[in-house]
């Protein structure tokens, strides 16, 4: 039982981590325009199901 115990928290702490994580990403992308903006994981044209033919359009 405390092993399960220990298990749980571990995960939630490393997901909680990674939250935190993500916001700090966003927070500083969000100061420093000059950067661009955060790149978010599994986001853009391509990398999901609702990407339609011609819909992306690569720059130059």
Not at 9 to 27: E, G, H, P, T
Request: charge should be positive; aromatic fraction near 6%; include cysteine.
């Amino acid at each position: 039982m405390l092993n399960l115990l220990i298990t749980v928290i571990i995960i939630f702490s490393l997901l909680m981590a990674w939250v935190f994580i993500q916001q700090a990403a966003r927070k500083y992308a969000a100061n420093h325009p000059e950067l661009g903006a955060a790149k978010e994981e599994g986001l853009g044209c391509g990398k999901t199901c609702g990407c339609k033919p011609g819909s992306c359009d690569k720059e130059g």
